[in-house]
């Protein structure tokens, strides 16, 4: 069996994360390594390894993910704006293989990204 990845571990409480929205079907909680004043992973509870790997029964849960998303946004009161990223693959730096987006905010973000 393959090893678990860092997320579904903590999806399992295995190992501890400042989790600030859960329901059934995802979790939502502070990036480890924050990049910005709001930096928030959102992940799907589906073993879903990236963007790339989705089939079409996963069309809801991707839809969830970003109502998620908008409704932290919200909540966190992010007026100024936020970005929303999934990094894909080895060129996108994608570094855990299970799918995940990364809801960014508090500063200026610059564009093109690097
Ligand atoms: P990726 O590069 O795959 O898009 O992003 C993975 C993200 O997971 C990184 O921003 C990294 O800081 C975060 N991360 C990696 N390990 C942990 C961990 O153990 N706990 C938390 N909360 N975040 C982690």
Redesign the pocket.
Known sequence: MAAKT?FRR?IDRE?P??IVFEDEHCLA?????P?APT?I?VVPKKEIPSLAAVEPQDHAILGHLLMVISRLAADLQLDQGFRV?C?TGPD?????DHL?F?LLAGRPLLWPPG
């Open positions: 860092i903590i190992v994360a400042t909680f502070q990036d480890v390594d990049q930096h992973l990223v990094n996108a730096g994608q570094a855990v995940h990364h």
